[in-house]
């Protein structure tokens, strides 16, 4: 069973910082919803690259996004990411995107690496090392 993030320490993760634009805002002047997903998959991407996994061809399988508040532009947005499990080719992410300190999105994802085929690739023992450098640990005594 997978644990729901507050039980997830994040005090290891990948941060990512980033630029909020005009063009991510809708007519209601927040971040539009879909900006949230870009914002995810950049840190997603400098994760993989500050491992030495820059070149891994990978699709997602999966995202699952729960909205905690609004973001406005001219916050500051931040992304901590971590590892939650590795399979035979593939991996998970929980995210937290944080504005000015207070998490506003959690989300889960998938990533499958596949091979030229575009089918699924089983993942190399370097490729699981690296990964497991951001691999969070489940906090004890954490409510459910």
Sequence with gaps: MTPPLAALDFSGA??????????????????????????????????TASVGLSGLKVVLARL??????EVKLGQQVQV???????GGSSWSYASRILADGEVALEARSVQVQVGPDMRPRPLSESTRTALSTYLARE??????
């Design 14 to 47: 990948h941060w990512c910082d980033i630029q909020l634009r005009f063009s991510d805002t809708d007519q209601m002047g927040h971040i539009n919803n879909a900006a949230y997903a870009v914002f995810l998959e950049s840190a997603r991407l400098a994760l």
């Design 64 to 69: 699952e996004l729960d909205y905690r508040r």
């Design 80 to 86: 901590a990411t971590v590892v939650t499990g590795l």
């Design 139 to 144: 906090l004890t005594g954490a409510a459910p």
